[in-house]
T-cell receptor
Framework: NAGVMQNPRHLVRRRGQEARLRCSPMKGHSHVYWYRQLPEEGLKFMVYLQKENIIDESGMPKERFSAEFPKEGPSILRIQQVVRGDSAAYFC?????????????FGPGTRLTVT | QKEVEQDPGPLSVPEGAIVSLNCTYSNSAFQYFMWYRQYSRKGPELLMYTYSSGNKEDGRFTAQVDKSSKYISLFIRDSQPSDSATYLCAMSVSNTGNQFYFGTGTSLTVIP
């Protein structure tokens, strides 16, 4: 059973461009979480999604950031008009529908660098 | 004040030593406590979880929760070089996972 997959692993964008980060959850998992990790800071929750639904986006910046988890295909975290402060590691985690959600399985992360 | 405080270290110990990693928190409503291990350039990996107060043991790892002091610990016995990683604590009011609060992580190096 493949783990959580994220791509790309590294992404470089110039200020003002768009960044699209993809996450494929583990097989059978229907819950996806996105986190951001800044240097010297802990993981910060951004958004929690189930298939075709955003359950909790309380950690997401109000502007420029959006997330989706379509019926088919990976979950996408989209950052429009990136700024230098968006440079961070973005992690996706997934959990199965019938287990406590602290059992989250993390992907390897996408490291976004904004130049 | 941060929800969760964790000393970033770095912590360096000789192989075979007992390691103690700690976190403090401010929200008395936290009931679920987790420890993650994160190797360099990798995603966090769940090591242990505990509910409410008490101890939990899994092999060389022991997790302790003291809710009265708002203090949690992870002990690693007979530490190995492969234990070298960053250890993150996380906690939550509920078990639904979408409101985890993570510490900043403690960097541990076990020297052979």
């Amino acid at each position: 059973n493949a783990g959580v997959m994220q791509n790309p692993r590294h992404l470089v964008r110039r200020r003002g461009q768009e960044a699209r980060l993809r996450c494929s959850p583990m097989k059978g998992h229907s819950h996806v979480y996105w986190y951001r990790q800044l240097p010297e800071e802990g993981l910060k929750f951004m958004v929690y999604l189930q298939k075709e639904n955003i359950i909790d986006e309380s950690g997401m910046p109000k502007e420029r950031f959006s997330a989706e988890f379509p019926k088919e295909g990976p979950s996408i975290l989209r950052i429009q008009q990136v700024v230098r402060g968006d440079s961070a590691a973005y992690f996706c985690a997934s959990s199965p529908p019938d287990r406590f959600r602290y059992e989250q399985y993390f992907g390897p992360g996408t490291r976004l660098t904004v130049t | 004040q941060k929800e969760v405080e964790q000393d970033p270290g770095p912590l360096s110990v000789p192989e075979g030593a007992i390691v103690s990693l700690n976190c403090t928190y401010s929200n008395s409503a936290f009931q679920y406590f987790m420890w993650y291990r994160q190797y360099s350039r990798k995603g966090p990996e769940l090591l242990m979880y505990t509910y409410s107060s008490g101890n939990k043991e899994d092999g060389r790892f022991t997790a302790q929760v003291d809710k009265s002091s708002k203090y949690i610990s992870l002990f690693i016995r007979d530490s190995q070089p492969s234990d070298s990683a960053t250890y993150l604590c996380a906690m939550s009011v509920s078990n639904t996972g979408n409101q985890f609060y993570f510490g900043t992580g403690t960097s541990l190096t076990v020297i052979p």
